[in-house]
């Protein structure tokens, strides 16, 4: 059984049926602060939205790998400074021998002090990456560290997607307490520069001036190659910082960007919510007075 309503009760309903919907969609847009919920508010701007999002996001990903690139070069840097302050003691210790009447303890303190300077390389490492240290010396792939810059990186091999950082090593020249200190440059897998460890016995023994120099030429010359380590290392870190900071930026462009194509104007939405309420009164009210035509019929009995 159908129930008939007058036309103005009709149309007064569908007003308010109108109305409500209305309402609805304002109060989920205050709800959430979008005004693209799902694909069925807008599929343009709703799929746009969500690829800048999803890029930001995988940005994000490619921002922390820098964050921990940076902090293991940061870490070797630290390192090569430390072993540089160590080298320079050792000058000062082979310095020292050439006017002393105690060649043999200064030549302990100077194999002792080599000595930390290749533990000093091989602690130099953050989060198990090392750039200042290799087990195999002369395996240059076992210390390089892939930073990559952005989020092609890891299927296009294309320059400038990734940025290799090549790590050094200092080492001793073989697992014998008494060997000599050696630099493998990040060049190559051949030893460049080397610091020999003194014994009272060998023929490079603090005993002559001539020893001495050659010495503290050795340790200049390991010194000057740490510092040009150094400078490559230094190079890297400031390319990775300046992709940092511009990986940064992208990240807030797409998400502004995002929110452009989404975000509802709250003050539009609380003065359309308003503007609704008020329609909703009225249209109840025309409601009831259209309603009185058909109540009217009741008087006749």
Do not use: C, W
């Amino acid at each position: 059984m159908s129930i008939a309503l007058t036309s103005g009760m009709r149309q007064n309903l569908i007003s308010l049926q109108n109305v409500n919907t209305l309402m609805e969609t304002t109060q989920k847009r205050l709800s959430t602060g979008k005004k693209v919920n799902s694909a069925l508010d807008d599929p343009v701007n709703f799929f746009k939205a969500k690829d800048h999002s999803n890029r930001a996001s995988d940005l994000a990903a490619k921002k922390d790998g820098m964050g921990e690139a940076i902090k293991i070069i940061e870490t070797g840097n630290s390192g090569i400074e430390a072993m540089e302050n160590l080298l320079n003691q050792m000058k000062s210790l082979a310095s020292a021998a050439k006017t002393s009447d105690n060649v043999g303890d200064l030549q302990t303190q100077y194999n002792t002090l080599l000595g930390q300077v290749a533990s000093l390389a091989k602690d130099s490492n953050y989060g198990g990456q090392n750039l200042t240290f290799r087990e195999t010396a002369a395996s240059t792939s076992t210390n390089k560290l892939v930073v990559e810059l952005n989020e092609y990186a890891a299927s296009n091999t294309t320059q400038g997607s990734s940025l290799n950082v090549q790590g050094f090593s200092v080492s001793r020249a073989s697992a014998a307490t008494d060997s000599n200190l050696q630099l493998y440059g990040s060049a190559g897998s051949t030893v460049t520069v080397s610091v020999v460890y003194v014994t009272g016995a060998a023929a490079n023994a603090f005993s002559t001036t001539t020893n001495v120099d050659k010495a503290i030429e050795s340790i200049d010359k390991f010194i000057s190659q740490l510092r040009t380590e150094a400078q490559k290392l230094s190079s890297s870190l400031s390319t990775i910082e300046i992709r940092s900071d511009f990986t940064n930026e992208m990240m807030n462009t797409l998400n502004t960007g995002a929110d452009n194509l989404t975000l509802a104007d709250m003050n539009e939405e609380g003065a359309n919510m308003l503007m609704l309420q008020t329609r909703q009164n009225l249209g109840t009210t025309s409601l009831s007075l259209a309603s009185q035509a058909a109540q009217a019929v009741l008087q006749l009995f």
